[in-house]
């Protein structure tokens, strides 16, 4: 067995994080939709991904952080809606979506999967579509709401998050607005 494959890694992704107020307020929402089923993500942890890396070598980390910092950002603060409350059945996850994926936030993850492939970190390409998972293990229907989900999740910057045992740590950030 060669030192590479026993070479210490941590599970990360980018994402655009939700301000606590932000977090705060979906989880009032999802708490009034009085789930039966699945597990509820904890608000600590809301986020809009942006690419999942998976496993990453240690020594790889910071040449992923280089790759990210030369992304070409659009320049402006990204404000994605989440109005759209949905079930992915082979996930097993309830989310909040945009009914519009602003062109922007296309951009941007366009620009990442492109950042990352010379690490090889990607098994098999996956078509983008923007989320905030809710529930994890959900298996009932999209359930009622008495108020339609309108968030503006406004981001000024980019996050690179490592996953240790259910909680999500910041590793470093990006701004999307080019500092003057």
Not at 114 to 128: I, K, N, S, T, V
Request: overall charge positive; aromatic content about 10%; glycine content about 4%.
């Amino acid at each position: 067995m060669s030192d590479e494959s026993r070479e210490p890694f941590k599970r990360l992704f980018f994402a655009l994080n939700c301000a606590p107020a932000q977090r705060r307020e979906i989880a009032q929402w999802r708490s009034a939709l009085q789930l039966r089923n699945g597990r509820p993500v904890p608000a600590e942890n809301f986020h809009l991904t942006l690419k999942f890396l998976g496993a990453v070598g240690v020594a790889q980390i910071a040449e992923v952080c280089t790759a990210a910092a030369a992304i070409r950002t659009p320049g402006e603060r990204l404000t994605v809606v989440l109005d759209r409350l949905d079930v992915w059945r082979r996930a097993g996850a309830l989310v909040l979506a945009p009914q519009q994926a602003p062109p922007a936030l296309l951009r941007l993850v366009y620009a990442l999967e492109q950042a990352m492939l010379p690490f090889g970190l990607e098994q098999a390409p996956r078509e983008y579509r923007p989320h905030l998972t809710l529930a994890r293990d959900y298996r009932a229907p999209v359930p009622e709401s008495a108020t339609t989900p309108e968030f503006f999740l406004r981001a000024d910057r980019f996050t690179l998050f490592e996953s240790r045992k259910g909680r999500y740590r910041a590793l470093a950030e990006w701004p999307l607005i080019d500092p003057q």
